[in-house]
Nanobody
């Protein structure tokens, strides 16, 4: 089974540049969508960044474009996806979740069109609080 383990997050100053990481293990197909979603109480989960693991192509929500960068590293049959966040704003305060879609992805932009409910595996979430 695919497992996702997140790290990073915590408190950050407005304008800061924290990094979130997510280690994926147990996958058998390299055509995977990896994504970062975020959620605040009372709101729907929002996708912010997407990555297609075979090519590394990415796509971003408008709220993340120009400020967030998603990347991947692979080693020892594990993929680590990172989310570099810059120019943080208080509105970026949320629980951030790493997620994987395991059914034959084709590109980062394609991954962005997959609804959140279709992502198969989710991490436990990591809180980012911007003040």
């Amino acid at each position: 089974d695919v497992q996702l383990v997140e790290s990073g997050g915590g408190s950050a100053q407005a304008g800061g540049s924290p990094r979130l990481s997510c280690v994926a293990s147990g996958y058998t197909d390299s055509r995977i969508c990896m994504a970062w979603f975020r959620q605040t109480p009372g709101k729907e989960r929002e996708g912010v960044a997407y990555l297609y693991t075979l090519s590394g192509s990415t796509a971003y929500a408008d709220s993340a474009k120009g400020r967030f960068t998603m990347s991947q590293d692979s080693a020892d049959a594990k993929i680590t996806v990172n989310l570099e966040m810059e120019s943080l704003e208080p509105e970026d305060t949320a629980m951030y979740y790493c997620a994987a879609y395991l059914r034959g992805a084709v590109s980062g932009a394609w991954c962005a069109d997959v609804p959140a409910r279709s992502y198969n595996v989710w991490g436990q979430g990591t809180q980012v609080t911007v003040s």
